[in-house]
């Protein structure tokens, strides 16, 4: 069983960051990729980013330039640094982890971008 736990949510101004965790415990002997989605009111729930068990990373286009997914391999999380924050940017953000086949997802942390 895998547990996915995000966290660093919170309220920021226009062009501020924060950084959000992805804590995963559990077996990850077939880890194959971890992705960063969101979802806003009334919108679907959208891929932010992602990265491969090889490293590969990929971003909306909408984040590109701005925000930086990474991982600290001893602790077993990922990151996403996200910097010049917008109001669209607001929305709840999950953690998802494909291990084999399987995809487990965290509680989500919300974000919210507003003077």
């Known amino acids: 069983q895998v547990q996915v736990v995000e966290s660093g949510g919170g309220l920021v101004q226009p062009g501020g960051s924060l950084r959000l965790s992805c804590a995963v415990s559990?077996?990850?002997?077939?880890?194959?990729?971890m992705g960063w989605y969101r979802q806003a009111p009334g919108k679907e729930r959208e891929l932010v980013a992602d990265?491969?068990?090889?490293?590969?990373?990929d971003y909306a286009d909408s984040v590109k330039g701005r925000f930086t997914i990474s991982k600290d391999n001893a602790k077993n999380t990922w990151y996403l640094q996200m910097n010049s924050l917008k109001p669209e940017d607001t929305a709840v953000y999950y953690c998802?982890?494909?291990?084999?086949?399987?995809?487990?997802w965290g509680q989500g942390t919300q974000v919210t971008v507003s003077s």
């Open positions: 990265i491969t068990s090889g490293g590969s990373r």
């Open positions: 559990g077996s990850m002997f077939r880890f194959n990729s």
């Open positions: 998802n982890v494909l291990v084999g086949v399987r995809r487990y």
